[in-house]
Nanobody
């Protein structure tokens, strides 16, 4: 499976971005999908994930600001990011997961998409 994330960029604090991630392969619809991020010098962390039944989970640091969604017909998972803060600066990745919230990533990581939020 190949993962192609896009939509990142440079935005001012308070702004918005919408990230997209397209996955190759035929197993998209049956998997939990998540967005992760890795800031410079920090470990990768889970931002949000979503089940095939549209149940969602968010890290506390993005609750109320980010929304995860998916379109199984397009093998695509999205992350709408509003009210961005400089602390959101990171490379964002998507991956399938074994379980909501605590599951492990399933596939090799793609290149991710870089988000930079200026103050």
């Amino acid at each position: 499976v190949q993962l192609q994330a896009s939509g990142g960029g440079l935005v001012q604090a308070g702004g918005s971005l919408r990230l997209s991630c397209v996955a190759s392969g035929s197993m998209f619809s049956s998997n939990v999908w998540g967005w992760y991020r890795q800031a410079p010098g920090k470990q990768r962390e889970l931002v949000a994930d979503i089940t095939s039944g549209m149940t969602t989970n968010y890290a506390d640091f993005v609750k109320g600001r980010f929304t995860i969604s998916r379109d199984d017909a397009k093998n695509t998972v999205y992350l709408q990011m509003n009210s961005l803060e400089p602390e959101d600066t990171a490379v964002y990745y998507c991956n399938a997961k074994t379980r909501l919230r605590v599951g492990n990533p399933l596939f090799s990581w793609g290149q991710g998409t870089e988000v930079t939020v200026s103050s």
